[in-house]
């Protein structure tokens, strides 16, 4: 148990829909990082927040946006959602930007 | 941008035998990191091994270990003493060394399965 906890596990919606998947790192971490994999773009990352704030964004589409609260804990919201967005959403949280990274289980999304 | 390579979809080893997967990057940075993450089927990334650039020796984990040559930006992992649970998804990875201490997204190669026969 790397003690990133992410909910829901499993995920089934219809195109067009909006989802929220949710993340809750480990005690302490202050970094939360989301990555997408997918059979076809492999690992990618998405987006990065510290302390409540953005720090890096990566490949991460208008449709989607994130946020991280003030009790560190950080949602992923994806609208608008296409066949294309089927995939395991991971989450992983660290103390620092240079501190080792830890990964939920990941949230599979299935897009009908 | 930093890109990653893993050249090799798929490997297959025999229980007890030792197998080498390769990973090439792309960077102009000088400080970094790389990692080997593994997925097995429950799809968990774990980490399995880490490497800081500016560090000659190759680290070492048990039975994995890594070959970092710097100069030509080849990063292998070697696992020796082959094990039916070593079988999954082997990711290299790499992170800048960021002095700033905040951001720290990994950038992964495209993975390659590792098939481990009893």
């Known amino acids: 148990d790397s003690g990133v906890t992410q909910t829901p596990k499993h995920l089934i919606t219809a195109t067009g829909q909006r989802v929220t998947l949710r993340c809750s790192p480990r005690?302490?971490?202050?970094?939360v990082y989301w990555y997408q994999q997918s059979l076809d773009q492999g690992l990618q990352f998405l987006i990065q927040?510290?302390?409540?704030?953005?720090?890096a964004k990566g490949n991460i589409l208008e449709r989607f946006s994130a946020q991280q609260f003030p009790d560190l804990h950080s949602e992923l919201n994806l609208s608008s959602l296409e066949l294309g967005d089927s995939a395991l959403y991971f989450c992983?949280?660290?103390?620092?930007?240079?501190?080792?990274?830890?990964f939920g289980q990941g949230t599979r999304l299935t897009v009908v | 941008a930093q890109t990653v390579t893993q050249s090799q979809p798929e490997m297959s080893v025999q229980e007890a035998e030792t197998v080498t997967l390769s990973c090439t990057y792309d960077?102009?940075?000088?400080?970094?990191?790389l990692f080997w993450y593994k997925q097995p089927p429950s799809r968990q990334m774990i980490l399995v091994i880490r490497?800081?650039?500016?560090?000659?020796q190759n680290a070492t984990e048990n039975r994995f270990s890594v070959n970092f040559q710097k100069a030509a930006k080849s990063f292998s992992l070697k696992i020796s003493d082959s094990q039916l649970g070593d079988a999954a998804m082997y990711f290299c990875?790499?992170?800048?060394?960021?002095?700033?201490?905040?951001?720290?997204?990994?950038?992964f190669g495209k993975g390659t399965k590792l098939s481990v026969k009893p």
């Open positions: 992983a949280s660290s103390i620092g930007g240079n501190t080792e990274a830890f």
């Open positions: 005690s302490g971490d202050l970094s």
């Open positions: 927040y510290y302390n409540g704030e953005e720090r």
């Open positions: 960077t102009s940075e000088s400080d970094y990191y």
């Open positions: 490497q800081e650039a500016y560090k000659q």
């Open positions: 990875a790499y992170r800048s060394m960021n002095y700033g201490g905040s951001q720290g997204n990994l950038i």
